[in-house]
């Protein structure tokens, strides 16, 4: 199976010539987020391949999928993006792309959880704080990744906050993220934006 080794294409080509098209007429009051981008290249993919990504569950723990038909509203009012992606929305993703948790035996909540979007974007990872520091979200992570590669030959990629100083350090320190960056090796920062009507 062949796999891309290059970062998504849609930051370039005509997406890239509408930006600049438009650029006169952004202001910093359009710009929401600015955004570091990481993406899986070619000899990732190969070591998610091979990744036993199950295994490295501590005892007592395992993963699952989720029930939705009693997670998706704890799930919707979690999600920072749930003011703008409904909850019908959020289903067609978890039923669509690749998702997990981690659950703890005799509790009902999952602990951990990550989903995909529609163009392979990594979603809400999520860990609940009486877990966190424990490489929970870090197997989730890479659990639905592997999926997304093995069962639908898609290349995840993720977004990071730019001032969110710890996930961007740990990101760009895994072995399975490749941080975007340009020429002189400078982050390019990604930006979503909200065109006002005048």
Avoid at 87 to 94: A, I, M, P, S, V
């Amino acid at each position: 199976m062949k796999h891309c080794h290059e970062p998504p294409q849609y930051i370039y080509g005509e997406f890239t010539t509408i930006i600049k098209s438009i650029s006169n007429h952004i202001s910093n009051q359009h710009i929401t987020l600015q955004l570091c981008m990481y993406y899986i290249n070619e000899e990732q993919q190969k070591n998610y391949e091979k990744s036993k990504v199950d295994e490295t569950l501590p005892e007592k723990f395992y993963m699952d999928k989720f029930d939705t038909e009693k997670e998706l509203e704890m799930l919707h009012k979690s999600w920072h993006n749930g003011a703008v992606c409904t909850k019908h929305e959020l289903l067609g993703r978890l039923q669509c792309f690749p998702s997990c948790c981690i659950r703890r035996e005799n509790v009902s909540d999952p602990i951990s959880w990550q989903f995909m979007g529609w163009f392979g974007q990594l979603n809400h990872t999520y860990t609940n704080p009486d877990y966190r520091k424990k490489g929970f979200a870090t197997i989730v992570e890479q659990k639905v990744c592997q999926e997304a590669i093995q069962g639908l030959n898609i290349i995840p990629f993720k977004f990071v906050v730019s001032n969110d100083e710890v996930v961007n350090a740990w990101s760009k320190k895994a072995k399975y993220w490749t941080h975007l960056t340009d020429d002189k090796d400078e982050t390019i920062l990604m930006g979503f934006v909200r065109i006002l009507e005048s």
